[in-house]
Nanobody, 125 residues
Framework: QVQLVESGGGSVTAGGSLTLSCASSGVDFNLRCMAWFRQAPGNEREGVAT???????SYIDSVKGRSTITRDTAKDTLSLQMNNLKPEDTAMYYC???????????????????WGQGTQVTVSS
């Protein structure tokens, strides 16, 4: 059974930090591109960052320099550390797994095979 379970969301003030985690099971974690997406109320879901099977990372411009995506291949866990958070970072954050063996293709994973249920991040000014 495939599972992607996010945790670590919460409410912080602007300038604060959060680290999101995604525990995976049943997805052959080490063989897939992994990614984080987010969706703010009234907006479409947007890609935030990707990390390839080989650890190569890519970020959208709005989070570049403030966020770090990592993967722990021993624990099949994906993380997203976010620093200097801004109110515009407020959104539901989702973990995603790409299709088996397919490359990430950039900072936005277009080939999502599995989604997590999301974790809420709220940043107040």
């Amino acid at each position: 059974q495939v599972q992607l379970v996010e945790s670590g969301g919460g409410s912080v003030t602007a300038g604060g930090s959060l680290t999101l985690s995604c525990a995976s099971s049943g997805v052959d974690f080490n063989l897939r591109c992994m990614a984080w997406f987010r969706q703010a109320p009234g907006n479409e879901r947007e890609g935030v960052a990707t990390i390839s099977r080989y650890g190569v990372t890519s970020y959208i411009d709005s989070v570049k320099g403030r966020s770090t995506i990592t993967r722990d291949t021993a624990k099949d866990t994906l993380s997203l550390q976010m620093n200097n958070l801004k109110p515009e970072d407020t959104a539901m954050y989702y973990c995603a797994a790409g299709t088996l063996y397919r490359p990430c293709g950039g900072s936005v994973l277009n080939d999502v095979a599995y989604w997590g249920q999301g974790t809420q991040v709220t940043v107040s000014s």
